[in-house]
């Protein structure tokens, strides 16, 4: 087991209508996440979310490169780049937090991807680690020293969320079943929970808390 301290914060990523199932880049029993997360929102002192928030002229979509599909790659801000079906727009019902998300207790809420020249799958830093969310200077701020991950997607924006965090110094736990995957190559969600755990990113269950 793990004790829940004061100093403990609970990271909520990307938990919206677009990632669900029906949504534009629905996530494989996405849905399922919601009640374990809304359980884990009632032992955390401190909860806080991220949101993906795109223009809808973002360069991840393949909508804006004539002749390009999703799943195809490209080059933006100089990195490969996943093109992706248009989601999360700005202002749009796919953007929004799914409705039985509870989010009454949440502290703040870190928007990402505005920049439409470059993607930012981590809830702290955009692809380029160009520019920052603000969430890296909150967590400090407030003196959170542990990070528990959870949300969508496992192998993208939860992946980058927490290494991120491990890499700004916080003690940083996935918490497994909280989460799922992309899978747009099969395999990708437990390579990037291998990939999490090499960097010393532990990984836990709900029902260790
Ligand atoms: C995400 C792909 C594109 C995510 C966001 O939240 O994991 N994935 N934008
Ligand atoms: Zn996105």
């Known amino acids: 087991m793990v004790k829940i301290e004061k100093d403990d914060a609970l990271l ?3 938990v919206q209508n677009d990632f669900l199932p029906g949504g534009a880049l629905a996530v494989a029993e996405g849905d399922q996440v919601i009640p374990v997360i809304n359980g884990l929102q009632k032992k955390f002192g401190l ?3 991220t949101q993906d928030f795109h223009p809808a002229c973002h360069g991840s979509f393949a909508a804006n490169h004539p002749g390009k599909r999703p799943g195809e790659i490209i080059e933006l801000a100089g990195l490969p780049q996943v093109l992706w079906p248009v ?3 700005q202002g749009s019902s796919g953007a929004d937090f799914h409705d ?6 949440w502290k703040a809420v870190f928007q990402k991807g505005k920049n439409p020249e470059v993607d930012s ?3 702290f830093f955009d692809n380029a680690r160009r520019g920052a969310t603000g969430l890296g200077d909150f967590l400090t ?6 990070v528990f991950v959870c949300g969508l997607a496992l192998d993208y924006c939860v992946k980058f969320t927490a290494t991120d965090a491990k890499e700004l110094g916080f003690e940083t736990f996935l918490v497994s079943d909280a989460t799922r995957a992309v899978n747009l190559a099969p395999g990708d969600g437990a390579k990037a929970i291998q990939e999490m755990k090499t960097l010393g990113i532990k990984i836990i269950t709900s029902k260790e808390l």
Do not use: E, K, N, W
């Open 47 to 49: 909860v806080v979310a």
């Open 87 to 89: 989601h999360c727009v």
């Open 121 to 123: 799958y981590s809830g």
């Open 12 to 14: 909520i990523v990307d």
């Open 100 to 105: 039985g998300l509870d989010r009454g207790t």
């Open 141 to 146: 701020a407030t003196g959170v020293r542990r």
